[in-house]
């Protein structure tokens, strides 16, 4: 089966541009995570989805980042508009109800200039 | 508030030497689970090893187990017979069992060198 699906894998954009990163979670997996990774804050959770539903947002930054989760089987991220201090790598994480762990994708690093 | 602490931010191990990472934590939650993830250099998070906080022993996957001593507020990733592809870093996460928060709470990492 295959994993977690992120593309892209490499983004680089120039400030103020609009950023859209995606996300395949494994199928039948019914909770879907967004986190941010950099050397200074470590790993923190954006937002998560349960059942296409978002339950926790308190993660995002600001109004400048947005997700959506159409359908089971797609998330997206937006960053809108971008700003260098938004460079870090992005990832995706699923999980199957009744499990514990959560199966990352292997993220999408953004750089910013 | 829920928090989780990794006090080593690098280590060296001798390969097929046994290593200690250390993770503490701190909640008020009387159910909780503690995991261990791994990230080489590669990028992608690979999930090791769980433990609940009422799982009456210790949870071991092959060459990992979790040394839980839920009075110290411990639990500490032990990796026996290291090997040169454990070169990584190692990320303790907690997360509330209860209720329909699927949230972890992450620390920031121990980055292991397995020497060969």
């Known amino acids: 089966d295959a994993g977690v699906i992120q593309s892209p894998r490499h983004e680089v954009t120039e400030m103020g541009q609009e950023v859209t990163l995606r996300c395949k979670p494994i199928s039948g997996h019914n909770s879907l995570f967004w986190y941010r990774q950099t050397m200074m804050r470590g790993l923190e959770l954006l937002i998560y989805?349960?059942?296409?539903?978002?339950?926790?947002d308190s993660g995002m930054p600001e109004d400048r980042f947005s997700a959506k989760m159409p359908n089971a089987s797609f998330s997206t991220l937006k960053i809108q508009p971008s700003e260098p201090r938004d460079s870090a790598v992005y990832f995706c994480?699923?999980?199957?109800?009744?499990?514990?762990?959560?199966?990352f994708g292997p993220g999408t690093r953004l750089t910013v200039t | 508030a829920q928090k989780i602490t990794q006090t080593q931010p690098g280590m060296f191990v001798q390969e097929k030497e046994a290593v200690t990472l250390d993770c503490t934590y701190d909640t008020s939650d009387p159910s909780y689970g503690l995991f261990w993830y791994k990230q080489p250099s590669s990028g992608e998070m690979i999930f090791l090893i769980y433990q609940g906080s009422y799982d009456q022993q210790n949870a071991t996957e092959g060459r990992y187990s979790l040394n839980f001593q839920k009075a110290r507020k411990s639990a500490n990733l032990v990796i026996s017979a290291s090997q040169l592809g454990d070169s990584a870093m190692y990320f303790c996460a907690m997360r509330r069992v209860p209720g329909n928060n699927r949230k972890l709470i992450w620390g920031l990492g121990t980055s292991l060198a397995v020497n060969p």
């Open positions: 994480a699923s999980k199957k109800a009744g499990s514990y762990e959560q199966y």
């Open positions: 989805f349960n059942n296409n539903v978002p339950i926790d």
